[in-house]
């Protein structure tokens, strides 16, 4: 028999946490609102999901989400707690989307909590049958674009809307005449009427081809596929087709299930990109935890996953990063299903000292939009510019020290130190 | 030149409104945290979102989502206001994965907003030639189980899970042979190892066509097909094959993609489950309003939208409820893109004269677990009393009056009431 599913919750309730624990028991596995026929002790013994454990924490005097209904004779106290509830395997089966249904499914709704998150999610053994994981990971980008012993240094392109595909070419020649590592589209550049991804995937890999003769290098893009399903996979034969080697998805436009059916068919890359995770985390009582989603999104084939940079412009704080970037280095079974973190927003290279002492790894990639496009140098010294600062914090120098005769790295500071 | 994609929010900052909407404008349009070279003005007029309107509403003493930030010198006040923002459609094309990446993108995360919900999305024409709509909506439905001039009536079966394929046979006999409208699968209940959907499918479709024969009405059954790509492409040719004419998805497991994908490839109705919805939608100041989601699902390809029901177990109040309701059933283009609004949730006979109050309409799909199942004159017995109160309703007369001679709701109500 096989071991459960088990998904862990931070709870908030009026009534007790074993009560709460129960309703989301007989919720999402046996039971409706009142006794029926069919439900047989045997079958509840079967199928029914079991409470592994209730850790309670601090109370609060105030419901974290509307319409939580009170108990009669409540003290208006709303009990937290971190809860384990395993569902058997037998109920679901090997499917993320099944998954899903259960274990995040109606139970957001339910009127007897005040407060529900998903925090953390454990599959067994069959899922790693039916889902494949990443098929490159961090070894196989590190292969792919031949970087070693530092972090893959990348950029966006910009502007990330409104650029003909011409001017994508000039972008693209000098990026990868720089030798760049990786380049990737905005997330909000998919396939647009303007410059269709035909155009650009043709024009980039053509420029990207041509400075890899000269540099030896082949600057790895990750063009932005994002669409309805077949489009999708059409746009990844084009990227195939004209040599290309990454990918880059809207997880949450085209579901872990979009992501899994790109997985079967992609012989490139899968760079990840996270865009609308905001309005399932944000706020702290509700949704689900990226210790929760960053599993899923590997399990489902992603390559390289978005987790915000250190001092980014979002709302996130650098704990909060930090945990996300251990998240995807953590092995889930082995090394193998180990992810490259993407840290990006207001990374240059003056980010890379702290970047380095607060993760000390050097798998991850680090991407910069303006830090590389706003390089008074221009991009290529942009882009050396951020390999340097790197350099510096992996030999322990002080940036300023490091940048004597080292002219990208001096303007750089120049500009935004 | 195509109209806009015009995106509808409510939001919350610290900062003025004004700004907090050029942020957005900015981030996902054209722009980056520092002027960079290509981002020419005539690139930002073709290319730059744009402010429709903004309309302040009541400011908020303190922060509704947290990671906010305060500009200096504020007066710790939080603005909140709706705000309309057009985006150019040459930016994304007719893509809903693209669309979502630019209206409901990193958007979320940003840290001038302390709330932040899209709560419409008006998509312009173009949208509806990719995007089929529903195949059968209310009168395909209506015109494939006969039902006209009442809701359709319907149950789930239950126990959700655990039932043996040949426990499922009987109770979908007697179902069928009382004439059901229609019967559904739990979202919980998908493909699982012990009752795996193929066998599921062929018994409940012999015992459905085996009733047909004797009573000439067919019930409509929404198998849960909800899986990976291709498994549920697999799934929805076994409905097919065996003649069931409904299949079910969680429309959040397998994406807006999935469901469009589905819509390609069905010959039959789609029931679309939104579980996992109030994960984005319960807090008031993040995430997503139904208003946005319904219009977003019917374009994908659903004929049924789940919208929960009056008095339900859920947090949802009776106002939302209804506003769920009429959005399903209000026109975006023409009358063939309304949908049928599913309520469900301590659904009986009993909730029926409340319902008709509020609604006005019977275009609605009305299902009950317990209120079916737990009947104690059976489910035949159910489901006449259910449809017992509907026309009750419809009369004008009280369900009491109404249940003289009427067995099987003077039981329920005897149970229920």
Not at 228 to 255: A, F, K, W, Y
Request: negative net charge; charged residues 20%.
């Amino acid at each position: 028999m096989s071991s459960p599913i088990v998904a862990t919750y931070l709870l908030e309730t009026a009534f007790s946490l074993e009560q709460a624990a129960e309703i989301i028991v007989s919720e999402q596995s046996t039971g409706t609102f009142m006794p029926i026929a069919g439900e047989t002790e045997s079958l509840k013994e079967r199928h029914r999901a079991r409470i592994l454990s209730i850790q309670p924490l601090e109370s609060s005097p105030f419901p974290s989400l509307p319409g939580a209904k009170i108990p009669s004779g409540s003290k208006g106290e709303y009990k937290r707690g971190i809860v384990q509830i395993a569902f058997p395997y037998e109920n679901i089966g090997p499917s993320i989307p099944n998954v899903l249904a259960t274990v995040a499914g109606n139970l957001f709704e339910l009127e007897e909590l005040s407060g529900i998150r998903l925090i953390d999610l454990e599959l067994p053994e069959a899922f790693s049958e039916r889902y494949e994981g990443p098929r490159y990971g961090i070894g196989g980008t590190r292969e792919m674009t031949g970087v070693y012993g530092r972090p893959i240094i990348g950029t966006i392109i910009k502007p990330n809307v409104g650029l003909p595909t011409e001017q994508l070419r000039l972008i693209v020649r000098e990026l990868a005449s720089a030798g760049i590592d990786f380049i990737k589209d905005d997330e909000v550049h998919g396939n647009p009427p303007y410059a269709p991804l035909e155009e650009r995937v043709k024009t980039a890999m053509e420029e990207i081809e041509r400075a890899a003769d000269r540099t030896g290098k082949k600057t790895m893009y990750a063009f932005n596929i994002t669409d309805d399903i077949e489009p999708m996979l059409r746009h990844l034969e084009t990227v195939q087709r004209h040599g290309g080697n990454c990918v880059m998805v809207s997880i949450n436009s085209i579901g872990l299930a979009g992501v899994a059916h790109l997985r079967k068919h992609a012989q490139v890359c899968i760079h990840g990109h996270r865009n609308q995770w905001g309005m399932m985390s944000r706020y702290p009582y509700l949704g689900m935890s990226f210790a929760a989603y960053q599993k899923l999104c590997r399990l489902s084939g992603v390559d390289h996953l978005h987790v915000n940079g250190l001092n980014n412009k979002f709302y996130e704080d650098n704990a909060s990063v930090i945990d996300g970037v251990r998240g995807c280095l953590t092995p889930i079974r082995d090394e193998s299903d180990r992810v490259l973190p993407v840290l990006s927003s207001k990374q240059w290279a003056g980010s890379a000292p702290q970047t380095y002492r607060e993760l000390q790894t050097v798998d991850v990639m680090n991407i910069a939009g303006g830090g590389i496009h706003g390089h008074p140098g221009g991009f290529g010294a942009g882009f050396r510019s951020f390999v340097q600062g790197w350099e510096a914090a992996l030999a322990g120098v002080p940036l300023e020290e490091y940048a004597a005769g080292r002219p990208e790295l001096r303007q750089a500071l120049d500009l935004l130190g």
